[in-house]
């Protein structure tokens, strides 16, 4: 295991997309809040690192997948009604107020796994379609390092999300060109692995062309590295994975 592999954490978070008969798709966009050690203040999807809890729910459940794999879905799944109070990849009667006592529960300390039980919930793994990894090297002397899997879920019908005032603070829901507008306008910034995904994201119509665009390339580990072009140093990524972007000069890239 390499150095940075010992020192990263397992994360997933979730690109929720909802269609629009008028335009490109809104996908839901967070703010974090400036007192948080990691992107602090940078537009974010929802998601959070994998903990042990996802680990055993994942264990006991008959899903088919890797286990890592299916504790990173679950890992989506939690921080999202956390985060954003929205119940995806949930089968069963998931209601606004069902979402609202998930929630209430998280917050008090009960296992996700538990929750479900009580409410008579399963997890819908197939609902969150893998989309991308990133696993960046650390600017600096960074300390948080993310091994982060991205997923595509469809915003669930009767529903809103609501912040959760701690690691956000704002939520809205916009076009991914649209964001990055805002972001180049200087009214939110995005750091760089976000900026790359809503690039991509930006060329799909709808959730049915993102989901078919995510299953046209493969989902290898996308590892960022250094080198000069055209006499600068740019930050550079794959050109076979699907991104119209794959290199930003280092002097204009956003760091966590």
Request: glycine letters at 8%; hydrophobic letters at 45%; proline letters at 5%.
């Amino acid at each position: 295991m390499t150095e940075l592999e010992q020192r990263s954490r397992p994360a997933a978070t979730v690109v929720i997309v909802r269609d629009r008969a008028d335009g490109s798709p809104d996908i839901l966009m967070m703010e974090r809040a400036s007192t948080m050690a990691f992107a602090a203040g940078a537009l974010v999807f929802p998601g959070g690192a994998v903990d042990a809890d996802d680990h055993d729910l994942a264990a006991r459940i008959d899903h088919g997948l890797d286990q890592d794999e299916a504790a990173a879905r679950i890992a989506a799944i939690r921080e999202t009604i956390e985060e954003a109070g929205l119940g995806v990849g949930l089968h069963g009667a998931v209601d606004a107020a069902t979402v609202l006592r998930l929630r209430d529960g998280l917050r008090e300390g009960v296992g996700l796994g538990a929750l479900l039980d009580r409410h008579r919930l399963e997890v819908a793994f197939d609902a969150l379609t893998p989309f991308a990894r990133w696993h960046p090297a650390p600017f600096d002397q960074a300390t948080r390092i993310f091994d982060t899997r991205f997923y595509i879920a469809r915003a669930p019908d009767g529903q809103m999300a609501t912040v959760d005032t701690t690691e956000n603070v704002k939520l809205f829901w916009s076009g991914a060109a649209a964001t990055l507008a805002q972001c180049d306008a200087g009214e939110g910034k995005v750091i760089y692995p976000t900026r790359r995904n809503l690039e991509r994201l930006a060329m799909c119509a709808n959730h049915a062309e993102l989901v078919a665009h995510a299953r046209a390339y493969p989902v290898e580990t996308v590892r960022p590295w250094q080198e000069e072009r055209d006499g600068e140093r740019h930050l550079c990524i794959p050109d076979h994975l699907g991104y119209p972007v794959t290199s930003e000069p280092m002097g204009q890239v956003r760091r966590a």
